[in-house]
């Protein structure tokens, strides 16, 4: 579903971000990738989507290059959700989910219903809809992130320490929400952490990556060896 083939990320300003990196995600699990700040974690994920092109090497979403593909066209089938949720601040809620299907074309009645099906999914009130995302607290703000992400139906979903900002008992809930979701919905998810216990609890697999981007190991969590 996502594979990185030999990758490499070497910056206009010499830093090199990923050295070398084959990596295959396997369909509709949640794959991990863990390490210290700085060590290329977020340049991977931009890989996917193409926000960022690696230097060399092949990276493959559903079997073809990313490259090949229009961007446009390739982000539609992937959901994106960053750490501070990056809502639009104008909009309510409801209509920060419903921007998606809009784009796509669905009317406004049927982009809201969607929208409104999206944040009962995540957990979150059907009221909470009306207001705007300021008025939300940071644990809800993601899970309209999330909802917004889920919004075009995205096989793949990147999610780039969506949980990090939030209090340590809010992040919790929402780890097992996305477990529970994962469940009913079967993404490909592509999850980046620096915290090795919340790698161990939602991946199915877990890809430890050192400082110069580095993969030391990737594997099961109960087969991760200390280190
Ligand atoms: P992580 O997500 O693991 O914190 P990043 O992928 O953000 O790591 O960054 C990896 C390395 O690449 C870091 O040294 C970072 O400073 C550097 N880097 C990231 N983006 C750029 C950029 N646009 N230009 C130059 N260096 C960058
Ligand atoms: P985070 O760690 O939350 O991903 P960063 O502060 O690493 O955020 O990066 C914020 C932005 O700055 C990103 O777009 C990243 O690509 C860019 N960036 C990070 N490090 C560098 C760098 N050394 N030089 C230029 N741009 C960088």
Known sequence: MIEFESVR???ANGTVAVQELSLSVQP??????VGPSGCGKTTLLRMVNRMIDPSSGV???DGADVRDSDPAQLRRGIG???QQAGLFPHRTVLDNVATVPLLFGWSKTKARSR???LLELVGLPADL?????VQLSGGQQQRVGVARA??????VLLMDEPFSAVDPIVREGLQDELLR??????KTVLFVTHDIDEAVKLGEKVAVLRQGGHLAQYAAPDDLLAE
């Not at 979701?181 to 079967?186: A, M, T």
Request: proline share 9%; no cysteine; charged share 25%.
């Open 59 to 61: 990276v493959r979403v």
């Open 150 to 155: 889920l919004a075009a139906d995205p096989p």
């Open 181 to 186: 979701l994962q469940d009913e919905l079967d």
């Open 115 to 117: 929208a409104s099906e």
């Open 9 to 11: 990320k070497e910056y």
């Open 129 to 133: 809809g009306q207001r705007y995302p």
């Open 80 to 82: 994106y959700v960053i």
């Open 28 to 33: 509709g699990t949640i794959t991990v990738l």
